[in-house]
């Protein structure tokens, strides 16, 4: 079983940075499939990027060019780095990693963008 933990949100102005990080309680190096995905007030949790083992990274339409996605398996740990900040990025960001055949969430990390 592995257990995630987010961290790294916060309030932000429009325009500025943020960097999520998910430690993971096991060893993720051999997970197949990392991401982050995040939920909006009054809307369906949504896909916000995915990395591959072998290294291969994908996007949503709305954050490509702005979000990077990157791992750490000597720390056990994936991180999404956020710039150029909207107020539409403001949600709680979800750690996912499969695992073993299975599924893992993280508890979620705010992430708010307002002046």
């Known amino acids: 079983q592995v257990q995630l933990v987010e961290s790294g949100g916060g309030l932000v102005q429009p325009g500025g940075s943020l960097r999520l990080s998910c430690a993971a309680s096991?060893?993720?190096?051999?997970?197949?499939?990392l991401a982050w995905y995040r939920q909006a007030p009054g809307k369906q949790r949504e896909w916000v990027t995915r990395l591959s083992r072998g290294g291969s990274t994908y996007y949503a339409d709305s954050v490509q060019g702005r979000f990077t996605i990157s791992r750490d398996n000597a720390k056990n740990t994936v991180y999404l780095q956020m710039n150029a900040l909207k107020p539409e990025d403001t949600a709680v960001y979800y750690c996912?990693?499969?695992?073993?055949?299975?599924?893992?969430w993280g508890q979620g990390t705010q992430v708010t963008v307002s002046s």
């Open positions: 996912n990693v499969i695992h073993g055949g299975l599924e893992y």
């Open positions: 096991g060893s993720i190096a051999s997970s197949p499939l």
